[in-house]
């Protein structure tokens, strides 16, 4: 196994920014493993247990799930923490959660490198989720027109049939945006002016390939 220095990110971006989508490629091309609340919380709805009878109603809403919960998903994730690269999406979410990711860091003994953010404006973001389309089995994500599957409607990875997620319904779509102002916006200022030296804005609002070459060089990961 190549020597390769640890690396640990916090991503922000709101929905429809394509952070997801970056994300995904990221930890490929870098062997980052990622720890996507929004996923675990989802895989807790599919799984029917307490908890996602308990979250269903918020997710498809386009609310915040209570910091306690994600909490308790994060917990359950310990020994994908103990790995060398990671990748956080999705979290901190809240202005209450930054103490949670502080205790993790104690906790599991890492360091959060890089803040990023990746900025996007309200208009850009909504046109793009329009089309966003995910596969319900792996979580991998597509655009209808930015970033097709081979075969259209079918996940490239999986041959899974593609669906267009709950909270992505148009009426959702508004309330996602001002969830992510308000609750988001503050987290995202808080590690900007603590945090400057660890702190990267990307700007999100060119061509994927654009966005991810710029990620990559700004991490330290252009080859
Ligand atoms: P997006 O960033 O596009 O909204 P995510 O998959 O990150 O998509 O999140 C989907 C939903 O999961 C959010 O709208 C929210 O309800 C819930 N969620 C994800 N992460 C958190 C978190 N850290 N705190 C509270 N709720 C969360």
Known sequence: MENRPPLHIVIFGRPGSGKSSLAERLGEAHGFAMIRTGELLREAVRRGDA???????????GRL???????????????????????????????????????????????????????????????RMEGRRVCPSCGATYHVRKNPPAAEGICDKDGTALVRRADDAPDVLGVRQQVYETQTGPVVEYYRTALPDRFLRIDGEQSFEAVSADLERALGLAS
Not at 51 to 61: D, F, H, R, S, V
């Open 51 to 61: 908890l996602g009878t308990q979250i269903e109603e918020l997710l498809a809403a």
């Open 65 to 127: 799930v209570p910091d306690d919960l994600v909490g308790e998903v994060l917990a359950w994730n310990l020994s994908v923490l103990r790995r060398d690269r990671l990748l956080f999406d999705g979290f901190p979410r809240t202005i209450g959660q930054i103490p949670l990711l502080r205790r993790l860091e104690e906790l599991v003994d890492f360091r959060v490198d890089y803040y990023v953010e990746i900025a996007v404006s309200a208009a850009e973001a909504v046109a």
